[in-house]
């Protein structure tokens, strides 16, 4: 997509007018109907013409309740009525906060989007330019909004390669190749420095697996000399067959997407380094292939981790706390973050919790809780507090080792998932864990198959904006 800020409405171009329901008196200036069948119910199109023969679109954008979810109002009409418009397409902004705008902007760029990357003869499409029509200089908003949907459709695209294509390995790729144009650093640990480094865990998840696995190693730091402000680790299992501890087939190929939470700490670095925030950032993707093979670790097998702790494997299935408990103990020990959060497509149990409108959110820190609480509500990437009761310690405990990664029970699998975590966090005293295995994969408009949302990558991004300003 291509944006443009420009001042006043050419009456002679097609022009995008958003109206919120029961305020359609500015519409006479558009339109030469008087009275429009139409009002202003959230995402409805109307299509007139102006006086001079120009398309208007009416949109309708609801009730002020309706203001959260904007960006799927522009997402959707530009997905819908793109191959109408005459270019450049006017969009009536005036009215719109720069939260409002941001939305806008983003849902926008995400209409971009296609799934169709490995289809052999694809639609060509010339970007669309939209000219952003506001009396203020909002060229700047502008700019940094694409940036944000940018790279949203950009780890939207990894998370919906297959499996063959995006091997840890290539994550790797991607993010030195993400590092190198972002002006951000990226280390790679491969098998014989990960052996070296104690990253056991990570390795026993791997090991049945023909692609090895990798802990990526991202660093923004503006602040030189100064402590890490946040850490960010995600759990990146580029398909997860549940090992010998199999999934039914049924779905089993949306296991691809099981690296959703790293996807996200790859975007937020990315875009981080990309809007030059003021703040110091780490991000640790521990990624493995979880396959099956005469060489997978085992159900009943006791592993070491980063940590030194010992850990039974009760479930082979229940490999991405695994990943994150090295993940999680290797930032803290190395960076020693003053924030950290991981983020994870990790348990079915949050789905059954939350359904696919929330991320479950596990923390003992009660401001970071309510600071980020906010920013989902505010921006739709909504999270909740689930908990983590010291009743659950006992649902971890082994006879032959330190702990175990399976309570074995049907009951409260995202919180002793969560509690597992907290084992390997050196007791850190502002730590998450988000669940986001409801709302990273899911069924979509745009796609007849289940594809990613793109969820996280706003959320981590006003989050960490919030930290630079304090």
Known sequence: MIFKHVTQLNIHQDVIVPCRKGQLDHLSQYITVKNPDFNGEFSTVQMLYGAEGNRVYLLGQGEEKDAVKIDDAFRKLSFDYKK????????????????????????????????????????????????????????????????????????????????????????GQWAQASAHDSNYTCTVLHKKELKAQGFHAVMAVGQGSVNPPVVIVTQYMPKKGKAVDIGLVGKGITFDTGGLSIKPSTNLHYMKSDMGGAAVVLGVVELVAKLKLNVNVVGVVASAENAVDSNSYRPGDVINSYSGK?????????????????????????????????????????????????????????????????????????????????????????????????????????????????????????????????????????????????????????????????
Not at 118 to 145: C, G, M, R, Y
């Open 84 to 171: 109408y418009w005459k270019q450049p397409v006017q969009l009536i902004t005036e009215g719109f906060s720069d939260a409002e705008l941001r939305k806008v902007v983003i849902g926008l760029e995400m209409s971009a989007y296609t799934i169709g990357t490995f289809k052999s003869k694809k639609e060509q499409e010339s970007p669309i330019t939209f000219e952003i029509v506001n009396s203020k200089d909002v060229t700047a908003l502008i700019e940094e909004s694409q940036a944000i949907g940018a790279t949203i459709n950009r780890i939207k695209t990894l998370v919906d390669a297959p499996a063959n294509q995006k091997t840890p390995e290539f994550l």
């Open 310 to 470: 010992t850990i039974e494997i009760i479930d082979t299935d229940a490999e991405g706390r695994l990943v994150l408990a090295d993940g999680l103990n290797y930032i803290i020990k190395e960076f020693q973050p003053k924030q950290v959060i991981d983020l994870a497509t990790l348990t079915g149990s949050v789905v059954q919790t939350l359904g696919y409108s929330a991320a479950g959110m596990f923390t003992n820190n009660t401001q970071m809780a309510q600071d980020l609480s906010k920013i989902g509500f505010e921006i739709n990437e909504r999270v909740w507090p689930l908990p983590l009761f010291s009743d659950f310690d006992s649902d971890l405990h082994s006879d032959i080792a330190d702990l175990r990664n399976f309570s074995g029970k049907p009951i409260a699998g995202a919180s002793t998932a969560a509690k597992f975590l907290e084992a390997f966090t050196k007791e850190h005293q502002a730590w998450m864990h988000l669940d986001i295995a409801g709302v990273s994969f899911g069924d979509s408009q745009y796609a007849k198959m289940k594809s990613a949302s793109g969820y996280g990558v706003q959320l981590m991004v006003n989050y960490i904006k919030s930290i630079s300003e304090n």
